[in-house]
T-cell receptor, first 112, second 110 residues
Framework: RKEVEQDPGPFNVPEGATVAFNCTYS??????FFWYRQDCRKEPKLLMS???SGNEDGRFTAQLNRASQYISLLIRDSKLSDSATYLCVVAKSSGGYNKLIFGAGTRLAVHP | DAGVTQSPTHLIKTRGQQVTLRCSPK?????VSWYQQALGQGPQFIFQYYEEEERQRGNFPDRFSGHQFPNYSSELNVNALLLGDSALYLC?????????FGPGTRLTVT
């Protein structure tokens, strides 16, 4: 079983739609959680961190459920520019050093 | 302020050969991590360097080795290349919290 699992998609949605991505992780010792965005043939870029209390950044809302080991990302009012692959990421610390564990990503395509 | 830079951008090698990839971290960053991203997959952690020492390692064979220099730049070396080593190799640097990724080196092994 992979440490971080995501639905690969693709999610094809019209502009203005609301779309939600889910992610599960297997290691309960995971300490930090993130969503990264990766455009085609580009490097991943941090979209937002995910906190237990839930957090929002404009049209993006992230939620974490530690008991269920589940992370979500909600995108409201989708824009064409939101088309990308969204990577769910958990961080584990070992000996004081963090490493990031990535899911395979969920592809989003927003169409006019 | 230059971000993370990597060289070369693309590389084609033959099975059995050796390759060296280079990374310069973002200014002020002292920790460098390397990731391998195969097509359709998320990045997989290879190893992390801090103070010129390997601090953590992922599930990669000894053919993958690295180095960090006093100026925090880093190299990734892969020996005895296999076809399965074809991937995008990403370098990420950080000082405290957020990791910043470079544009990657796309390695093709034929």
């Amino acid at each position: 079983r992979k440490e971080v699992e995501q639905d690969p998609g693709p999610f094809n949605v019209p502009e203005g739609a609301t779309v939600a991505f889910n992610c599960t992780y297997s290691n309960s010792a995971s300490q930090s959680f993130f969503w990264y965005r990766q455009d085609c043939r580009k490097e991943p870029k941090l979209l937002m961190s995910v906190y237990s209390s839930g957090n929002e950044d404009g049209r993006f809302t992230a939620q974490l459920n530690r008991a269920s080991q589940y992370i979500s990302l909600l995108i409201r009012d989708s824009k064409l520019s939101d088309s990308a692959t969204y990577l769910c990421v958990v961080a584990k610390s070992s000996g004081g050093y963090n490493k990031l564990i990535f899911g395979a990503g969920t592809r989003l395509a927003v169409h006019p | 302020d230059a971000g993370v830079t990597q060289s070369p951008t693309h590389l084609i090698k033959t099975r059995g050969q050796q390759v060296t990839l280079r990374c310069s971290p973002k200014s002020g960053h002292d920790t460098v991590s390397w990731y391998q991203q195969a097509l359709g997959q998320g990045p997989q952690f290879i190893f992390q360097y801090y103070e010129e020492e390997e601090r953590q390692r992922g599930n990669f064979p000894d053919r993958f080795s690295g180095h960090q220099f006093p100026n925090y730049s880093s190299e990734l070396n892969v020996n005895a290349l296999l076809l399965g080593d074809s991937a995008l190799y990403l370098c990420a640097s950080r000082r405290d919290y957020e990791q910043y990724f470079g544009p990657g080196t796309r390695l093709t092994v034929t």
